[in-house]
């Protein structure tokens, strides 16, 4: 039996989720030295994906007349704080900078996961959950893979 309160909880954490991505790639846009253009691209390119999936996310729960939250989650400023300090310590280290991305990334993995993984959400949240989470991987692994390239340079 689908729960609609339950729904618009595990979708509003999903929303919290995406504001942490966009908050942290934010900061890390900032911080940026100018020579990393290609990054600022990248990282601007994740926060359009998350403004999207948010928006998709803040609909779904919206056509249901439930409140759409606008927080971030705990574990994001967490998050965001400890990416400001490797983004501090590795201005010019790409290397590192993008493993703090891996790890937000891996973070959005595990809370689509759980989400998809809850009993009582209706079957249209399950699917939207389902292909956000796609989408996020592809994200992902792209970010994973510019990882990968700096080991070896």
């Not at 948010?54 to 704080?81: C, F, P, W």
């Not at 993995?109 to 991987?137: C, H, N, P």
Request: overall charge negative.
């Amino acid at each position: 039996m689908e729960d609609l309160k339950k729904t618009a909880e595990v979708l509003n954490d999903l929303i919290k989720i995406n504001n942490d991505r966009i908050a942290g790639y934010q900061k890390a846009i900032a911080e940026l030295p100018a020579a990393h253009v290609d990054l600022k691209a990248l990282f601007s390119g994740l926060i359009e994906q998350s403004q999207n999936l948010k928006t998709e996310l803040q609909e779904h729960i919206s056509s249901r007349e439930n409140v759409v939250d606008e927080d971030t989650t705990m574990a994001g400023r967490i998050y965001r704080a400890w990416m400001d300090v490797k983004v501090i310590m590795a201005m010019d280290d790409r290397k590192a900078l993008l493993e703090s991305c891996e790890y937000g990334e891996d973070a959005a993995q595990r809370a689509y996961r759980q989400a998809e993984q809850e009993e009582g959400i209706s079957i249209a949240a399950k699917s939207l959950i389902s292909k956000q989470k796609t989408q996020l991987l592809a994200s992902h692994d792209h970010v994973k893979q510019l990882r990968d390239r700096e080991k070896v340079i």
